[in-house]
Nanobody
Framework: QVQLVESGGDLVQPGGSLRLSCAASGSTASINTMAWYRQAPGKQRELVAHLKVGGAITYADAVKGRFDISRDTRYYLFLQMTSLKPEDTAVYYC??????????WGQGTQVTVSS
């Protein structure tokens, strides 16, 4: 089992930046995929950025060129967000999947982009 805890969400003005962090614990050595998702009010949860351990990184079209996903050791996942827009307002969730297909979610962190 993998446990995930996000942090870093905040209120920021349009054009600003934020860095989200996700701390992983438990069976972290078995993780082969990590990702950030977000869910805005009244909308479905959507993929923001996806990282295959030792492999490719992909981004949603809406955040390409503005967001950067990275992993520091097997314990931390980050999402650097720049040029933030009001439409980026959402609860951001950290996700991990192990080689056996076990999926884990964090509790979410709120990002609000508003002047």
């Amino acid at each position: 089992q993998v446990q995930l805890v996000e942090s870093g969400g905040d209120l920021v003005q349009p054009g600003g930046s934020l860095r989200l962090s996700c701390a992983a614990s438990g069976s972290t050595a078995s993780i082969n995929t990590m990702a950030w998702y977000r869910q805005a009010p009244g909308k479905q949860r959507e993929l923001v950025a996806h990282l295959k351990v030792g492999g490719a990184i992909t981004y949603a079209d809406a955040v390409k060129g503005r967001f950067d996903i990275s992993r520091d050791t097997r314990y931390y996942l980050f999402l650097q967000m720049t040029s933030l827009k009001p439409e980026d307002t959402a609860v951001y969730y950290c996700y991990a999947q192990t080689g056996t297909g076990l999926q884990s979610w964090g509790q979410g962190t709120q990002v609000t982009v508003s002047s």
